[in-house]
């Protein structure tokens, strides 16, 4: 029977982690744990008062014997566009909006085999997006629904070496879907004569891949670890369809290929998620618990965002992304009140991988960001409880890129709140 309810749990936070927004720089994810949130993931993977660390360093599994967790993160963000699309093809339209709500789910469960060794197991979302925009925005041909979920379940261990040194891995099974939509220019150039096309363009993929996480704990003195951890980079090739509706446009016209046809024709994509580099550091003084981490991403790795499609003007589509590495940075801290009350407080500074308003697209209008975090935790026996939230500050950005037969000249001012709730039994 518990074999059974694991495996629903399992399951249902898998689907429901196939949804989700962009919050950290990029489309990064690490709201997988509400007790880190807290402190804005400072320590992340060495603090051991959560089941997390099979996600961040699963050296850290080490702290903690027998026990699961499970909770989500509301995540609310809006954004105001103001600007207008030139050059080419695009009708005049109202200014855009995002708003959105979306929950992010997590599970992870482990146990002790014995006294050096532990077992476990997460499910949770490492990347995602989601950006929706009023239907009648000015560049609804750059972008109107943008959409990426990712999941992985990732089965974990962990060996005590020494007593000062913990190592530990996972490898975990990714699965990514994706779905863009926008609207096609009223109109396009071919040999300079304007011909009508119009129309409205969706493309949509899936893919299964696999990855792993190693990592490194050392506590040279009780109550003050270092963490190091490094999750591989994944690539994807997802395969789906595009399907083009409402167009203007027909096969050919005096012999000569056109760029859409309508309906649906087999595409493809290939999308590498990246690798990063944590490090985490926690050291506590009598009710005082310090922390601090410091993220590198690979974000390089985006260089372009290619889809192949017999409705492509010569078979592909290419986005050029030119995407840079970035660090996180940050302190938290915890305040232990007694035995059943922890209060935490972070702050962290994100990296934005876009550094060009020539790159920043409509679908992933990033920038730099202050994470400001509060949490608070409640531990009766075996239960805790962890409450927390998070404001994030996050820069003006400019976009002036060219897409889609014309150039977004646009201004995005975003906020995002997020609330997490999660629930700790220890057996």
Request: proline residues 4%.
């Amino acid at each position: 029977m518990l074999h059974k309810n694991l495996k629903t749990i399992v399951f249902g936070v898998a689907a429901l982690c196939l949804s989700t927004p962009a919050i950290s720089a990029g489309f990064q994810l690490s709201e997988y744990s509400v007790t880190n949130l807290g402190r804005a993931f400072n320590g992340a993977g060495v603090v051991g008062d959560d089941f997390s660390a099979i996600a961040f360093n699963p050296a850290g599994m080490g702290l903690r014997q027998n026990g699961m967790q499970a909770g989500m993160a509301l995540v609310m963000i809006k954004a105001d566009v103001a600007g207008e699309t030139v050059n080419g093809g695009v009708n005049p339209g109202e200014e855009g909006d995002i708003s959105l709500r979306s929950w992010i789910p997590h599970f992870f469960a482990q146990g002790q085999i014995n006294d050096k060794m532990n077992f476990g197991l997460g499910v949770y979302a490492p990347y995602g997006l989601s950006t929706i925009y009023n239907e009648n925005w000015f560049g609804r041909t750059h972008a109107l629904k943008s959409y990426i979920g990712v999941m992985d379940v990732a089965p974990a261990l962990s060996y005590k070496v020494t007593k000062q040194i913990t190592i530990g891995g996972s490898v975990f099974a990714e699965r990514a879907d994706a779905k863009l939509t926008n609207d096609l220019p009223g109109y396009v150039r071919v040999n300079g004569v304007p011909l009508p096309l119009g129309g409205y363009n969706k493309v949509e993929g899936d893919d299964w891949s696999y990855g792993y996480t190693l990592g490194v704990m050392y506590e040279p003195v009780k109550d003050t670890r270092f963490g190091l951890s490094y999750r591989s980079k994944v690539s994807h090739h997802l395969k789906g369809k595009q399907t083009v509706s409402g167009s203007n446009m027909v096969p050919t016209l005096f012999g000569m290929p056109m760029p859409f046809q309508n309906g649906s024709v087999v595409g493809r994509a290939k999308i590498t998620l990246p690798e990063y580099v944590l490090l985490s550091a926690y050291h506590r003084i009598d009710k005082i618990g310090l922390s601090a981490s410091a993220k590198w991403t690979r974000w390089s790795r985006f260089d372009k965002l290619d889809i192949y499609s017999p409705n492509m003007m010569n078979g592909v589509s290419s986005t050029p992304e030119k995407w840079q590495n970035v660090w996180m940075l940050g302190v938290g801290m915890d305040y232990y009140h007694d035995d059943n009350w922890t209060f935490r407080l972070g702050v962290a500074f994100d990296e934005s991988p876009v550094k060009n308003a020539k790159y920043r697209t409509a679908r992933i209008p990033d920038n730099d960001r202050w994470w400001t975090s509060l949490g608070v935790s409640y531990a009766y026996e075996n239960v805790q409880i962890d409450l927390a939230y998070s404001h994030m500050f996050v820069k003006s950005s400019k976009t002036h890129n060219e897409a889609s037969g014309s150039t977004l000249d646009a201004k995005y001012n975003m906020q995002a709140n997020l609330i997490g709730l999660q629930a700790q039994y220890a057996f």
